[in-house]
């Protein structure tokens, strides 16, 4: 029988800043509607809600003298070392995020150069045959990092990829608007190998749509809901209701599509590692998931969709990594993923963008 590439993870790693935030810290905040209305509510009933509907008790703020391509860095050391590898042996470095390395002191976007680039240099890597470059492309950029490597490997152009997501979103959220509290901070990485096998291992397959016709602003950058502030800062906004909806209407059918094109039936699935920033909102799309393959809710497997954002919230590129990496590390209660098992990962965010692929665990 012939042998056949396929790309195959073989080292991850992950950082969680240490500094906690919960949401009782928000109580003193000031929070204004998207006219600029402050909101009659008390803080303690806005916060109940908002704990209410996403599942968001905690999340992680980076140490003030770190950024973005620091905490890519910290991951990807330890990505490496999972992995057992030399870093010189590395082809490609894809760093995923969306505002790069915005300092706490400094709220403007820094891409010059690339994280990429800076995590190369952290990481001391000598090797011009090196290649490290940017992947913006909102909450989905890991995995269509993991797409782009994917690619690469099959080719032949690269043996081995590191591939990270890192975002800091706590250093542009509108401390006004009652969306801040979903954001957080974090890194993800994992090195992903070639592997020749007679059988189909590592990324089965993948598929992306990008929704800029109609949907492009749903997510954008905007001035602070308090407009009498005189800030002229930029923060990240979102429709969240009309966001909801995309999500709920596009990252069902592109998974059910994805395991298609592979004849792969939904109960074959062991776990769905799905991008977070709503509880609530992931809980629905995997039940309509499964009701595209006329499976009940109440029938839904239990335990298939581990979830993180009570304790990390919403840190972007990052949430996909990060949940790889602690199910792998035991770090999840009563998760594990095994040789033969079959995972899918997807996300979806700003451009819109949705994004999945399939894996085969070794």
């Given amino acids: 029988m012939n042998l056949n590439t396929y790309s195959t993870i073989i080292g991850s790693g992950s950082f969680i800043p240490k500094n906690i935030i919960k949401n009782s810290d928000f109580l003193n905040n000031e929070f204004y509607d998207t006219e600029g209305v402050k909101i009659p509510k008390s803080n303690e009933e806005i916060v109940a809600k908002f704990q209410e509907i996403t599942e968001i008790e905690e999340r992680r703020y980076a140490d003030k003298d770190h950024v973005a391509s620091d905490l890519g860095f910290f991951a990807a050391e330890l990505a490496i070392e999972n992995a057992q590898i030399d870093k010189e042996t590395l082809d490609y470095i ?10 706490s002191t400094i709220h403007k976007v820094d891409i010059v150069p690339s994280l990429a680039a800076r995590v190369k240099a952290k990481l001391q890597i000598e090797n011009p045959y090196c290649i490290a470059y940017d992947l913006p492309f909102g909450c989905p950029g890991w995995i269509q990092g993991m797409i782009q ?17 890192s975002e800091t979103l706590s250093r542009i959220s509108d401390p006004h608007d009652i969306d801040s ?11 992903l190998e070639a592997k020749e096998s007679v059988t189909p291992v590592g990324i089965l397959t993948h598929k992306t749509r990008s929704d800029t016709f109609e949907h492009a602003e749903l997510l954008n950058m905007g001035h602070t809901y308090h407009k009498t502030k005189g800030d002229d800062r930029i923060y990240i906004k979102m429709n969240g209701r009309k966001l909801y909806n995309y999500a709920l209407t596009y990252v069902p059918q592109l998974v059910k599509d994805t395991l298609d094109k592979i004849e792969l039936p939904i109960s074959k699935i062991s776990k769905v590692l799905i991008h977070q920033a709503n ?8 039940n309509r998931l499964f009701k595209l393959y006329n499976v009940k809710t109440q029938d839904v497997p239990k335990n298939v969709m581990p979830m993180t954002i009570a304790k990390l919230g919403n840190n972007s590129v990052a949430t996909v990594p990060v949940l790889y990496d602690m199910i792998m590390r035991g770090q999840m209660e009563n998760h594990s993923m095994n040789s033969g098992e079959y995972i899918v990962f997807t996300s979806v965010g700003a451009g819109m963008n949705v994004n999945a692929f399939i894996y085969k665990m070794p």
């Fill in 149 to 165: 490597a994917d690619y690469f490997i099959k080719s032949g152009d690269a043996k081995r990829v590191l591939v990270i997501g």
């Fill in 279 to 286: 509880a609530k909102m992931d809980d629905a799309i995997l």
């Fill in 181 to 191: 509290m979903i954001y957080s901070d974090g890194a993800g990485a994992v090195i």
């Fill in 94 to 103: 894809i760093v995923a995020h969306n505002f790069g390395d915005v300092k």
